[in-house]
């Protein structure tokens, strides 16, 4: 998460399971936070979460044909 004015990223989560099983990234999912405070899980939709998220996706492999 960057806050508006930042130039770095101050805190950083990881998504943890999708709460109400939409499949969509929203309010009821859990996230697992690391900083500024100790690592804990939170609703997305109970934090301050205003600001810039960058979410990373790892490319998996592909088994060729």
């Known amino acids: 998460m960057r806050y508006p004015g930042a130039r770095q990223f101050q ?3 990881a998504f943890y399971s999708d709460g109400n099983a939409n ?5 009821d999912d859990l996230a697992l ?5 100790a690592l804990h899980l ?5 934090g301050a979460f205003d600001g810039e998220v960058a979410i990373l996706r ?8």
């Not at 939170?42 to 109970?46: D, F, I, T």
């Not at 790892?58 to 044909?65: A, I, K, Q």
């Open 42 to 46: 939170s609703r997305l939709g109970e």
């Open 33 to 37: 936070h690391a900083g500024p405070e």
């Open 58 to 65: 790892l490319e998996r492999s592909r088994p060729r044909r």
């Open 11 to 13: 805190h950083v989560g």
């Open 23 to 27: 499949g969509l990234l929203d309010a």
